[in-house]
């Protein structure tokens, strides 16, 4: 099972270059560098996606108990625009994903006795409850 959050924004003009496609961008704060951008998916900019005033919006797939931090730009043939990321009411467009229960049980749990008032629980960690 998977969730997901919903990017909305509005589109302006195109300042005289019809804009290609617009992409999403995020950070995680699950990843290895938590302050990299993260390439989300992108939408071609039909006829609808060039005329100000639109609203589009893209699916970008979460895990539980996350901070994300998203982005828009807009890319035509000149280049990128800068990113977009102002929420409706102009503060960082950021989401906090809730914690959730574990999918599964863990596997290959063993316990170890560390010291006298220590006991080490260790257990394999499934590539399925990293997505």
Known sequence: ???FAEVTWV???DSNSPIIEYIVYY???SAENPDEPVQGPSLAAGREG?????TLSA??????????EFYVVARNWIGTSEKASQ???GTPAVCF???TAPRRNPEDVCVRLGSANQLVIVW??????LQ
């Open 11 to 13: 589109t302006s003009g």
């Open 97 to 99: 994903t809730p914690e």
């Open 59 to 68: 699916l970008v797939v979460t895990k539980p108990w996350v901070q994300y």
């Open 27 to 29: 950070t995680d704060s």
């Open 1 to 3: 099972m998977s969730d």
């Open 50 to 54: 060039t005329t100000p005033g639109t």
């Open 124 to 129: 394999k960690v499934s590539g399925i409850d």
């Open 87 to 89: 929420s409706s009411d």
